[in-house]
Nanobody
């Protein structure tokens, strides 16, 4: 069983940046597809970005060119760099290992206009 712990959320002004981190409890980050999801109040959870073990990345259209998913295998950590943030990015962000169905507890991101 693997545990995922997200951090780095907070309140930022529109146009600002945040970097989310997701630390895994064991050496697993470079072996599976890692993903970031988000869920805004009253809405379904949305897949934001994925990073395969081969290094391929995909993004939902609304964040393309603004968000970047990356990983540090030595630290067992996945990151989500969020730039040019918008109020529509406000949500709880979750880290996920797709093949294992493992989830973190989530971290709140709020963007003020």
């Amino acid at each position: 069983q693997v545990q995922l712990v997200e951090s780095g959320g907070g309140l930022v002004q529109s146009g600002g940046s945040l970097r989310l981190s997701c630390a895994a409890s064991r050496k697993i980050v470079g072996y599976y597809t890692m993903a970031w999801y988000r869920q805004a109040p009253g809405e379904q959870r949305e897949l934001v970005a994925t990073l395969t073990n081969g290094g391929d990345t995909k993004y939902v259209d609304s964040v393309k060119g603004r968000f970047t998913i990356s990983r540090d295998n030595a630290k067992n950590t996945v990151y989500l760099q969020m730039n040019s943030m918008k109020p529509g990015d406000t949500a709880v962000y979750y880290c996920n290992i797709m093949e294992l169905g493992a989830w973190g507890q989530g971290t709140q991101v709020s963007v003020s206009s």
